[in-house]
């Protein structure tokens, strides 16, 4: 089916393969007036590259963005924006093994099973780059969500066993340390803990976080199109995420009623909750509160430690996977979570604008 | 927005409120075909009325269903399946109170910001008895499933503290249990543990799980329709969910890649998996083993014990919820579980049948 | 496949058949804070019933409206909106003649073909009584339309070789005429013709047009979602609408391009078109007057006069078709066109509250 | 809103500008297995080229077709294919002019009304460049198409008061003639009332039509989905086309019951129709029978003639509008219709592959 299309009315589709000529994305339903030019989406697409630090891969990524559409006179116009990168670094070789047999925690058996056939190369369509499309839009919306007053962060909360202290929080600090993390203590533990599994060459899971700030309340639909439920399609959708938490997430299940209801009360003639278990959602609407998502991501399936498999001939044949691979993948999935979330976000916000009769004799009356 | 509409074969639209005439739903794209009469879909409804044990409502749901069109002759048509449950239960009072406050953990407010007011009658649109559309269309979901060798169970993991030992589940103790859970140790602790919040006039929260057995492997689609994003969505939007996970979840950020990834082997002649943390999908398709999905609920909402909170006035108060609430919503809520990733996995498979052009020959062929 | 939702905003899914039990529709999207009851709906309805005069068939169709959600203290909720009629003139009789043959003209042949077998009874959900739901739905968007200062009236434009003189245009007589045209000449004379066509048990074809006034520039979407193109979907999916037209329509193919553009001028400081070839749409986007959409509707295909078909056994028979039918199918369709052209337009005013992000920042700071 | 977008399973979005950098399409939900290259899709763009001969414009436009994505050894993996057209003819000149009035007969007011602003090069995205997306998603449809014995021919009916005598048509003549006539003698008369047209710097309206054969009875789906609604929503959606028919269209409004409708009888076991007035359609549903369309589609907007409009400073002026024009728009459009017509019909028998119970059953447990 057509799976690489996101959204109702903020709609975008990507495409593009891991070692094809080029990936990208179309966006289309931008509301028409936002200065835009490639720059601004750079600024993300830099964030997903490998870095230069010892935990990420030695794979040189340009992924310069050209504007090709839907943008005139430096603004949108309201009809598509086709953003497309290049890949440059693909390296020409050999790809007979892989070709051959499945690698474990990969998707190369299931598209075979599915399609009868896959494009083996870097892992095709189910490869990370995939997430370049994701990332361009994502960009978009979230200059559009500033103008809007809203603010999406995303960052590492966990790397393996060393976790954030959360109240040591820098956002400037996210986006500098090489883990993504929001204080340097952990980044430095990090580090060293990513650093000997690689010398194991072995890979390693982790947990990334994301805050909307600044968001009204009232955002969101009832029953299937809850903001959670959105928030939870679209981060899942993220190769190698397992786990999706809202608010207090798993926790909830070994509460009671007393210690997970947010009280009310008034601040400055606001309603306002007295605490977030809840992560700014209620019956999947937002509640003008921050929102909290979480999402658990595995090891890098690719490792240079011996596994177990099977060929396409039936065989079952033990696999080294050599490559330039990333330890983890969170660091560099952080703007990626980011991005759908802003997705996500920005479309809600898009259809909330239809929710009431005044809304609409206000809007066409004037 | 159009909340109310789900799936894009098989396409169910719900609708009704908690204190209104009706509710139902409208199954658009079921295939023709389908042998169905009432009892069918009741069997369903039954699972999620309140029980007689101590540990439920002593409210009484009759949700009796009647199927207005779509099937003639006792077979599906392929037209519309209008399925409604008229509302008898519902106790005229006084609703004065809870009109004019908001309550906590409720979406009294969300609602309220959204569309300028709220049918306050027992949640309106927002209270649990949405999902009598759902677990209806759930019904004739699995009916399907059923003849095409897929099974969808569902069941309550936890409850509070409490976890039921996989080792001993039993099917047939799910269906019979008061609390869901498949083996009747566990139950036996859990009640008791449930009449004690009870007694304290509080909730609890627990943990439900749901495992689709003979789904075949290449059921899923890549990048924003993957089978796990999508289940997801379906499993997020069910009140109360604050987390999801698949196969093992939020520990896969603890792992090493070399504990993560499921080996390949073959047995008799098929390529499995010798272990399955990846809970049956790789790369957002199935692999052809278990799918395992995981929902953690928070308590209800609704409390006797007393709390903070600001009604409309805007005025600060303190509220006792009054009314016959059940103390935990699991073991009412395994059965939505389960109609939900029945209709989801259902309509992956619809969505299936056209993914290679050498089906489409076949078909059109013949 | 799921055919019976329409629209993207305002999105309605209508179900029933013929001879079922009831017919009805879910709206699903319907802004909050509509007043609405029963009587604003039970008026468009009474529209398509069979009249009093000599030229409908001598059925009685009561189609007393129910709302069953969505409505609370007289204000829709911006929850589904349920409605439904109950069937009651459905006359119990033997089926078994038109169960065994193809009726020419009608969808008989079509359903078995596809869906492998029909409910034979009275059409199914092929049956013009599938259009209830369309015109109780089209009821509530022409009440939100009217506060939007938005007007839709469609009538009968010709029958047969009669046509109305558009100079006599009088709503009120559409509404009073059995014809539904808009001036009482033709109206008397077709009436004779139809008597006569009725007394040689032959059937008329006829065309009918649309009108909407007060629509504001700028409405309707490029490519796809034009307001033309979204148009044309929505009246063709009428049963036996064999033909969709613009503006002039088909005369445009005729013409010179210095006779068939509309010049600009300014009046009372607007810009307005001098003349209306186009019916109000430029590039698929509204320009500000009246849009006019005709639609050429196929005579009644159930006559009584000798036909040859096949039967299911394969058998070259001749029928001819009893019962009580409609000798033209147009006045009682035009209220179908209303509704239809309505939830189109509304829609696309919905959605194009999103198109640009002045209107969204205005939206969100204020 | 997000216009660009079309069908449910093969999926396509159109992107680009008359004057930007490229113009393209991402094909989603296309078959795996289909082999395919760019030569495949350039014979179609090919058709919509302008040609050499008196009627069309002297522009050239190149239209060199890029595969960026989807292929893999020469085949359609499932996943998106992009492809993409760069602009290389457009002329870098003075737009002040055009930019600062509004052509009659386009869309240059409408964008501004809606979106604010316009991309006025060229007429931006509302210009007849926009289908270049749609005729090479086209042609991968048609290839598809081919591979199920199914053909999608269009060509000129009518150009002005010339019309094709339909008794002498040819496929191949149409693919040979500057106007797309199907026969010779048409195609001359329809050239010389081109010049004279020409000459007078006036343009000219046309007629189109499109015919399926091949196509199995049963595709297309009841109510909203019809196969002819979404056939004339497809057409309708094509810039300058103001009427759509089906079959006999417009006449059956002049026909009585017993003259329109299709006798059905057996020929060679087959139940087939004796006539074809229903083009081929039966309740929204193929008939087995040739599929019949026609598009009426007005005169060039652009012409030199002089003409009364109104610039954005509010004033009334006369334009004369320059650039090279074709005089007009049908021979150039036909390969659109036919794509459009294509991706309508292929996308409605994959979703057909859903619709009963046992194909599922088949389908799955072969």
Known sequence: MAGSTYGTIFKITTWGESHGKALGVVIDGCPAGLPLEERDIQRYLDRRKPGTSSITTTRREEDAVEILSGVFEGRTT???????????AQISRDYSDIASYYRPGHADYTYDEKYGFRDYRGGGRSSGRETVGRVAAGAVACKILEQLGVQVWAYTRSIGPIEADMDKFDR????????AMPEREAD???????E???????SVGGCMECMVSGLPA?????????LDANLAKAIMSIGA???VEIGDGCKVACRKGSENN?????????????TNHAGGILGGISDGDRVVVRAYVKPTPSIFLGQSTVNQSGEEIEVHIKGRHDPIIVPRAVVVMESMTA????DAMLVNMASRLEYMVDFYQK
């Open 78 to 88: 309201g009809t598509p924006i086709s953003l497309m990168v290049r890949n440059t």
């Open 172 to 179: 400037a600090v996210c986006l500098s340390t090489p883990t």
């Open 188 to 194: 430095a533990a990090a580090v060293e803990y990513l």
């Open 196 to 202: 000997k599994a690689k010398g194991e060459t072995d």
């Open 218 to 226: 009232g955002i969101g639909d009832p029953v299937f199109e809850k």
């Open 241 to 243: 995420v397992k786990a």
């Open 262 to 274: 947010d009280a009310f009360r008034i601040e400055d003639g606001k309603v306002v909750k007295t």
């Open 343 to 346: 997705l996500t976000v920005l």
